[in-house]
């Protein structure tokens, strides 16, 4: 029963940034690694990137990799995916996941809990 909620999705030209918030509610948030995913209609959910429980580690797809930056504020229950340089390829639905601890973080099978989605669109 964690809820997680994301927002801050939208319409974007490339090269462009995005931030978005992943807000958790229900249990306790420190106890979960949190991943970043995104789905394009057709195509396979794919991880993006995830950082662990206290926020010791991070790690990113190589699509995303000097582009993308995750942190997490514990505090406010919240994890963040900073976007820049965004790229049409970019387009999806992008979800927060959250796990306890696993070996294999871009695998959707891992994670217990999903939130409804936000959608990032790159377009001119």
């Known amino acids: 029963q964690l809820h997680l909620v994301e927002s801050g999705g939208g319409l974007v030209p490339p090269g462009g940034s995005l931030k978005l918030s992943c807000v958790a509610s229900?249990?306790?948030?420190?106890?979960?690694?949190m991943g970043w995913f995104r789905q394009a209609p057709g195509k396979e959910r794919e991880g993006v990137s995830h950082?662990?429980?206290?926020?010791?580690?991070?790690t990113y797809a190589n699509f995303v990799e000097g582009r993308f930056t995750v942190t997490r504020d514990n505090n406010k229950n919240t994890v963040y995916l900073q976007m820049t340089d965004l790229k049409p390829e970019d387009t999806g639905r992008y979800y927060c996941?959250?796990?306890?601890?696993?070996?294999?973080?871009?695998?959707?099978?891992?994670?217990?809990?999903w939130g409804q989605g936000t959608q990032v669109t790159v377009s001119s």
């Open positions: 996941g959250a796990h306890t601890r696993g070996n294999h973080w871009s695998d959707p099978a891992e994670y217990d809990w």
């Open positions: 229900g249990l306790k948030f420190d106890y979960y690694e």
């Open positions: 950082i662990t429980s206290l926020g010791q580690r991070t």
